[in-house]
């Protein structure tokens, strides 16, 4: 299977991957004539052959695609987690059709990062690496960090889902249709969300919904919530 590269510029012929790009066509070993996958990450996608590495990898794309625009995308608003934890998060939201991240500040975020613009380059260089691996070829985006007014206030969603550890009755499987359309999907720090920041996300048009009797650690609700849900959608 062809390996996936990115590229600003997808066009048919000549084109000239960046150093960062030629680094890994090295490391994955490619020879030249052998077949790649370069992409824009914004949908559009170059077949081509590798020719040469020395002075930087060029490729001779042969044919072009366009991946199809996604009707009703996927999004997911994810406190700041610690440690590794919100890396990991980023590539199960890449990995499980997530297409923008929303990351947020709550009252009891127990991360605070002082350089935010530099945590956001961060993901958005593991989003990359990620769509690559996953073959997504219109790569997910990172938006900026948000406190929780400003995630709840979000806008252009069809559906819009809370995770709460107190909603006993309404699970995913009974909203299962509306997941079809333009979701958004809100999830809590470790302490979880305090009744005001609940009572402010109903105002705001969101639905509570519940993930089970188990409780769950914040580092594992992403790969448990978004399987299932790419599942109701009809994407596994």
Do not use: Q
Not at 32 to 56: A, F, Q
Not at 73 to 84: A, H, N, R, S, T
Not at 217 to 223: I, N
Request: one cysteine or more; a positive charge; hydrophobic letters at 40%.
């Amino acid at each position: 299977m062809a390996e996936v590269f990115f590229s600003e510029i997808v066009k048919e012929g000549l084109i000239k991957l960046n150093e960062e790009e030629t680094h890994h066509i090295r490391v994955k070993r490619i020879k030249p004539e052998e077949e790649v996958i370069i992409t824009d990450g914004m949908g559009k996608i170059g077949y081509g052959k590798l020719k040469g590495i020395k002075n930087g990898a060029l490729i001779f794309v042969e044919k072009i695609d366009v991946e199809p625009k996604k009707e009703n995308p996927l999004g997911f608003c994810v406190p700041i987690l610690k440690g590794e934890n919100m890396d990991e998060v980023i590539r199960t939201s890449v990995e499980l059709g997530v297409d923008v991240i929303y990351p947020f500040i709550s009252s009891r975020t127990i991360v605070h990062p002082k350089e935010e613009g530099r945590k956001v380059e961060r993901w958005k260089k593991i989003v990359l690496s990620s769509s690559k691996v996953a073959r997504r070829f219109t790569f997910p985006e990172v938006e900026k960090i948000r406190n929780f007014h400003e995630v709840v206030s979000l806008k252009n969603w069809n559906t819009k889902l809370m995770l709460w550890e107190k909603e006993k009755s309404l699970t995913l499987s009974n909203v299962a249709e509306s997941l079809k359309e333009k979701t958004l999907i809100l999830m809590g720090p470790e302490g979880g969300f305090s009744e005001d920041e609940v009572e402010m996300a109903l105002k705001n048009g969101f639905i509570t919904v519940s993930m089970g009797n188990r409780i769950l650690r914040s580092s594992t609700v992403p790969f448990y919530i978004l399987s299932v849900v790419s599942f109701l959608r009809g994407g596994i």
